[in-house]
């Protein structure tokens, strides 16, 4: 796992978003034991309390379970065509808010429609 303290992003984001990714690249599978809060903090060299705070956030967004003094596990994916209303809400949302500040920048619908599709094609 690679955080950076110079970019802007939080530290806890960054581990989210390390982890996301281990995930969806297959890295990291369903079952999957995490570093324990205390071992990854001390491996980055970060506070616990941030480290945690990922963790949670993982938890909340469904990506990881908390079992008590066993530690953090990757949880078992969501169908998303079986998603809530207020799941798909959140990713229309964080979709939204990417094309705002992007036009926000001076950035064209074209520009982002091919921007979106490079990162569809890299992901996927």
Do not use: C, W
């Amino acid at each position: 796992m690679r955080i950076d303290q110079a970019l802007p992003d939080p530290l806890y984001r960054q581990i989210r978003d390390e982890i996301v990714r281990g995930i969806a690249q297959g890295e990291l599978a369903p079952g999957d034991a995490l570093p324990s809060v205390r071992n990854l903090a001390s491996d980055l060299g970060i506070n616990l309390h941030t480290v945690n705070k990922a963790y949670a956030l993982l938890r909340d967004e469904g990506f990881v379970l908390m079992r008590g003094r066993q530690g953090a596990y990757v949880a078992q994916p969501r169908d998303p065509a079986k998603a809530g209303a207020a799941e798909s809400g959140l990713f229309a949302r964080d979709v939204r808010r990417l094309a705002v500040a992007f036009k926000a920048a001076g950035g064209g619908r074209e520009a982002f429609e091919r921007l979106v599709k490079s990162q569809l094609d890299d992901v996927f």
